[in-house]
């Protein structure tokens, strides 16, 4: 009796001392995590999950600079106008965007390509910057600690475990460090608060109701796949259309701006059949019609030959074949154009390993490891240094890929005892 006098007690000190005072809304809420705390997360992690979703989208930069400048636009009439806001816009088809702690904001081009105006992408970004104003992610990770999770999940934001395995000796790292999923009560603050935002910044708040009714729309009779993301974090629903339909007619009406926003868009919608081809290239790939899908991101690169994410994809579907030379040329090409990705370096570090060109693939690996720590750059980078002879190397990029766990990390296991049979 008395331990579990004791423990509720020092639950109920959590509690008390973590309550603090939503910044947007001005009620209650619990809150672990001081906001020095948040700050440093985003800043950490933001980067880990570009590195994770497809990198910066580079054939249009001035598209960049047009998010960054609706969303500060945005910020700066937000309740906590104060924070480190940054906004990017990823190479990644899913239609989607995200939020991470100390306001660092994320939208993939394929949610772009959904909306029609600049008001719609503002109630976008207006939503996140909502989840960031008002803690929304440390909230939900109190949640989590107080339910006994702990603060695990920040662990976990920094380990090798947190990153799926690579398929094929290197497809893309799926999934995100830490992106919160929130619930029902969050959505409906950030969707509320963010149309007060836009209407304070001048946009027409119906494009949230718009944004809404987009994603009621795409989440009708769809199938498991690429949406997941989307409506896992951000689960629409008539009841939501509605609040936001009844909310919009009580503020003052602002600007849509379609002609700019269209302009903005107008490299991407060029290279949406470019884009279609890679994405019909890769749906054709998990069913193993490997040579479909080399025709199809082929076609996809005489379109747009700038795009790197093209050759990234046609090196995996070389290396599947063993054709690790012309592997090796595709990623080349890809790192060309876009050196700032992980997974172009490891990539190419990964076929350079198999030509035996020890030297190059080690050059590779170690450069992977600079925009994102993985457990396979460690593992291929041990076997390197072992067929160099250099066992002290080896052993040690062994132990690091060994703490991911699953079938790399028994790998590395399997090969530290061969290394050292006493360990």
């Not at 992610?137 to 109190?142: K, N, Q, R």
């Not at 729309?217 to 949406?227: D, F, I, T, V």
Request: aromatic share 8%.
């Amino acid at each position: 009796m008395i331990p579990r006098l004791i423990t509720g007690c020092v639950l109920t000190a959590t509690l008390l001392a973590g309550c603090a005072v939503n910044p947007v809304t001005g009620e209650q809420q619990l809150l672990l995590m001081s906001p020095g705390q948040e700050l440093a997360l985003g800043e950490q992690q933001y980067p880990i999950n570009q590195q994770q979703q497809g990198g910066e989208y580079l054939l249009d930069p001035s598209l960049q600079e047009y998010v960054r400048g609706v969303g500060q636009k945005l910020a700066r009439v937000s309740d906590q106008p104060q924070l480190p806001y940054e906004f990017v816009v990823l190479n990644n088809s899913t239609p989607n965007a995200w939020a991470l702690p100390g306001g660092k904001i994320a939208v993939n081009r394929g949610l772009l390509t959904l909306l029609e105006d600049e008001s719609e992408l503002a109630a976008v970004l207006a939503h996140e910057i909502v989840h960031a104003a008002a803690r929304h992610s440390a909230a939900a990770m109190s949640q989590q600690q107080v339910l006994g999770a702990g603060l695990a999940v920040l662990g976990a934001t920094t380990q090798d475990s947190a990153y799926a395995d690579l398929i094929a000796l290197g497809g893309q790292l799926s999934g995100s460090a830490y992106i919160a999923r929130y619930g029902r009560g969050n959505e409906l603050q950030a969707d509320r608060y963010g149309m007060k935002y836009m209407a304070a910044a001048g946009y027409d708040p119906a494009g949230a109701v718009r944004l809404q009714e987009k994603f009621v729309k795409l989440s009708e009779g769809r199938q498991a796949g690429p949406l997941d993301a989307l409506f896992a974090s951000h689960p629409p629903s008539q009841a939501r259309v509605n609040a936001n339909r009844e909310y919009a007619r009580q503020l003052p009406q602002g600007a849509s701006n379609r002609a700019a926003y269209q302009r903005a868009i107008a490299q991407l919608k060029r290279d949406a059949d470019a884009y279609d081809q890679f994405d019909k290239a890769q749906q054709a790939a998990a069913s193993k019609q490997f040579a479909q899908a080399l025709e199809l991101v082929r076609n996809a690169q005489r379109q747009q030959p700038r795009e790197a994410a093209f050759f990234e994809f046609e090196g995996d579907l070389l290396t599947q074949q063993e054709q690790f030379k012309a592997a090796y040329t595709a990623y080349d090409r890809a790192v060309q154009k876009n050196p700032g990705l992980f997974s172009h370096w490891l990539k190419r570090g990964l076929v350079a390993a198999k030509l035996k060109s020890y030297t190059d693939a080690e050059r590779d690996l170690s450069r992977s490891l600079r925009y994102l720590e993985t457990p396979h750059a460690h593992y291929y980078l041990g076997q390197v240094y072992e067929k160099q002879g250099q066992v002290r190397n080896a052993y040690s990029h062994y132990q690091t890929a060994a703490k991911a766990g699953g079938e790399i990390g028994s790998a590395a296991q399997a090969r530290m005892q061969a290394l050292n049979p006493q360990s």
